[in-house]
């Protein structure tokens, strides 16, 4: 077969103009999201239905909760709104600032995609624009999620007129663009200006928002526990905040144009308010198009030179000794038992080394440590801090599912490329089972167990509540683990090499559906008789000795402790079954 | 077409690419031989405009890569060795992709795109997902969108990678075919026989710097002996391969080109 010549064409190709690109890239993102929601449609109804289901009932728990508290808040001080607006935002802002500077980091130098953009003839400032705009949509839906139900729930406490909801999602998306577009800029910057510091440039930038965060939260709250929930404590709460009321900042701009948008005249009139909503909006629609101007240019400038700069980056070259704990962990125990540990050493390298995973980790860990360092300020009830106190529980086990579900679920399926290194090895196939199940149960428990111990004493539990939590904290691990390694050992998906894409598929979805039930049980069968247990004891029918009461608790114990058995076992005698038969 | 002028490259300490100083002309078949790690990767990438030079410059039709990079990048075609699709492109989807960002018209688009759907044998597959393909299929599709806006460069990195023999046959056709028709080349490959097939000049680089620079020819009057007073090894493939691992050991002393 002879090719066939494009001689016939003469000059095939023109450069085409910035209009053009920007259609092209447009009739791409068409073709790539409708291709994937046909995909999604056709094999993960599932995980869709899911998804839509929960972010409705999050949508709609979160609206009656800031119902609630925008009622209560009305009431007290008007001004409060303003303040707390600005706190949100401005924190809000800085961390736009991050994410999307993260996710453009990604897009515009690390991809293929990314690659191969480089290497056609379009314009850097087109590139910029396409993959901002896909991060811009990755950093919004989640301040659109959280925001519109906040203001929903306030215009309608407030009585706003309808203006006021035509106008929230401008106000937001106005908003959105300018720390995502400052991101942008400050990534490219350093790519090309700091290519060898710009991990500890980010690392120490991140470090220094999450301080100055965790700063100012605690400056706004701190206080001694009588005084909280005080007019005085109110007050000072309030002149703290006032920091982040600041006029040149786009989150004053949102708040002030968001309380005028709601505002009525003492006449009912709401023209003269609506007009000073619009010249709000105005303002931030023109700096967000200003910065738009300002990244594009930073991108005709820096990309290319930043790609560059990240492609002549020299490897990071690894010791050639095993570190101290990956060696004791080879080395300690029996010499039957080492192909086990081997395997567990050989997950955790990969682990650490993947920021990504270890990142994730560490700030929803972190996150939540920070909120439960601060339950203390607040005092509760006996029984009302003990409930407090399980619902916690219940969501460190949540935060663990969802990781057990991203990470753990898909450990069998990525070990499916490289089936004939395991296979080759001598060791059984039950080893490499167990070996995922032992990583992620050991790396689950410890951070979980201290997480629990930090929320409980800070309630100020007793210390036999405080060791009922422990206990059901490691049947979650056990359970969680055991249902994604069963479960991704059941259901592998060995052709597909990208971790989230094999935890987005059935299999993971169901991971994720069959954990949050065993979390619910778990919690439920335990909570249930300790807060019975507590009723009884306020009606002065709990005495001293072995009563009713604390026999219920003592079942709800085991109950849960059969139910971590069950979801531990079953799936991983599953999992075990089906590895053993599988045919890479 | 393509001249590279006193380019250098060098990753901090380490100098990847030392005073390279090479020009092919139009209709030209350059193959870049060497060992892993002697500077191939960089000077394709320099090449195709993802790394600039430290020192020097790099251009493609008159057009300097780092000035101009849109303007070089119209004269070029590109097959990196890692083929990257958009997955949730079907493999027409993808060529009109190509088609369109280098503004061709869309009569000539669709001409193009079914001349190329057809010299691949890409018919079978071009409606499927690209999630869908094998390596082969993808590294087909790469070298079809490549091809389409007929560029006066085209930029191989290992080219014949998961190629079935078939396919491979295809391509070996085709480069001759646009080669005649004035195209020029510049392939980077670790099989000597290939260049010696296909390639009109050969240059072997060593740690950075062009070690040889010729003719298959005169890669094979060397091999022999003939005029250059080295050992008189005979012309068989053999000797072109041990004249090659002489090149590229360590300490081999090959002449300066």
């Not at chain 1, 002149?239 to 709601?262: C, V």
């Not at chain 2, 260049?195 to 009109?200: C, G, H, K, T, Y």
Request: charged share 15%.
């Amino acid at each position: 077969m002879m090719p066939a010549s494009p001689s016939a064409d003469a000059a095939l190709f023109r450069p085409i103009s910035v209009s053009e690109e920007s259609g092209i890239f447009l009739r791409l993102r068409w073709l790539l999201a409708s291709s994937t929601l046909r995909e999604m449609l056709r094999t993960s109804r599932l995980r869709l239905s899911l998804v839509i289901l929960l972010s409705a009932l999050f949508w709609g728990s979160l609206f009656g909760l800031f119902h609630e508290a925008f009622t209560f808040v009305d009431s007290l001080h008007a001004e409060v709104i303003s303040l707390l607006f600005n706190a949100f935002f401005s924190s809000l802002m800085v961390m736009l600032v991050f994410s999307t500077g993260i996710l453009l980091y990604s897009g515009l130098y690390t991809t293929p995609e990314a690659r191969l953009l480089l290497t056609l003839p379009v314009r850097s400032e087109t590139i910029f624009a396409h993959k901002f705009q896909e991060a811009f949509w990755f950093s919004s839906w989640g301040f659109i999620l959280l925001g519109s139900p906040m203001l929903t729930a306030y215009g309608i406490v407030r009585h706003a007129p309808w203006p006021f909801f035509a106008l929230l999602l401008p106000f937001m998306v106005a908003f959105v663009a300018i720390p995502a577009t400052l991101g942008g800029i400050l990534c490219m910057a350093m790519v090309a200006w700091m290519p060898r510091l710009r991990l500890h440039a980010l690392s120490i930038a991140l470090g220094a928002a999450l301080l100055a965060m965790i700063g100012l939260a605690w400056m706004a709250l701190a206080t001694p526990r009588a005084d909280t929930m005080s007019a005085a404590w109110f007050e000072q709460v309030f002149s703290r905040l006032s920091i982040t009321e600041q006029r040149m900042l786009p989150s004053w701009w949102l708040s002030s144009g968001l309380i005028e948008a709601a505002t009525r005249a003492k006449d009912g009139s709401v023209a003269r308010h609506q007009a000073e909503a619009l010249r709000y909006l105005a303002v931030l629609v023109s700096n967000a198009l200003m910065l738009q101007l300002v990244g594009r240019q930073v991108a005709a400038r820096l990309h290319r030179l930043g790609a560059s700069q990240l492609v002549s980056e020299i490897p990071t070259r690894r010791k050639r000794r095993m570190s101290w704990f990956d060696e004791f962990l080879s080395r300690a125990g029996t010499a039957r038992g080492r192909p086990l540990r081997l395997l567990i050493v050989k997950d955790l390298r990969i682990f650490r080394r993947d920021i990504s995973q270890w990142s994730q980790f560490a700030i929803f860990f972190g996150l939540l440590g920070l909120y439960f360092w601060n339950v203390r300020i607040f005092n509760y009830q006996h029984a009302y801090a003990a409930m407090i106190g399980f619902l916690n529980l219940a969501v460190v086990g949540l935060i663990l599912s969802t990781f057990t579900t991203r990470f753990v679920f898909p450990m069998i399926s990525l070990e499916g490329r490289r089936f004939w290194i395991l296979g080759l090895l001598p060791v059984n196939r039950d080893q490499i089972v167990w070996s995922k199940f032992l990583f992620s149960f050991i790396g689950g428990i410890v951070p979980c167990c201290v997480l629990v111990l930090l929320s409980d004493t800070m309630l100020g539990i007793e210390p036999w509540l405080i060791a009922l939590h422990e206990v059901c904290c490691v049947v979650l691990c056990a359970g969680l683990s055991g249902i994604a390694v069963g479960l991704g050992a059941r259901m592998p998906d060995l052709r597909e090499i990208s971790p989230s894409k094999i935890a987005s598929g059935f299999g993971g979805t169901l991971s994720l559906v069959i954990s949050s039930l065993f979390i619910i049980a778990v919690v439920l069968v335990t909570a249930v008789p300790v807060h019975l247990r507590f009723a009884a004891e306020e009606r002065g029918l709990v005495t001293t000795g072995w009563t009713t009461a604390d026999r219920g608790v003592a079942l709800g114990l085991a109950a849960a402790v059969a139910l971590g058995l069950l979801a531990t076992f079953l799936p991983l005698f599953l999992g075990l079954r089906a590895f053993r038969r599988l045919e890479p | 077409m393509i001249a590279f002028e006193g380019v250098t490259r060098s990753y901090g300490e380490k100098i990847a690419v030392a005073g390279l100083d090479l020009t092919i002309p139009r209709g030209e078949l350059f193959a870049l031989l060497g060992p892993n790690g002697a500077g191939k990767t960089t000077t394709i990438k320099m090449l195709v405009g993802l790394l600039r030079p430290s020192r020097g410059s790099v251009c493609v039709a008159g057009h300097d890569l780092v000035r101009d990079p849109r303007a070089a990048h119209l004269h070029l075609g590109y097959v990196p060795d890692e083929p990257c699709l958009y997955e949730k492109l079907t493999g027409r989807e993808f060529l009109w992709f190509i088609a369109d960002m280098f503004g061709m018209s869309k009569a000539a688009a669709e001409r193009r795109i079914e001349a190329e759907i057809a010299n691949f044998e890409l018919g079978e597959f071009a409606d499927d997902l690209a999630e869908s393909y094998s390596l082969g299929m993808r590294q087909r599709l790469v070298f079809a969108s490549s091809l389409l806006h007929d560029p006066d460069v085209l930029v191989l990195d290992e080219p014949m990678v998961g190629l079935d023999p078939r396919s491979v046959r295809i391509v070996k056709d085709l480069l001759r075919e646009r080669t005649r028709s004035g195209m020029t080349v510049f392939m980077s490959t670790h099989t000597l026989a290939m260049a010696e097939e296909l390639a009109d000049r050969v240059g072997i680089m060593v740690r950075g710097r062009l070690r040889f620079l010729g003719t298959v020819a005169d890669l094979r009057a060397r091999a022999t002996g003939q005029g250059t007073g080295g050992p008189a090894v005979g012309a068989d493939p053999q000797s072109l391969e041990q004249l090659y691992l002489d090149i590229t050991s360590a300490d081999g002393a090959g002449a300066p080109p």
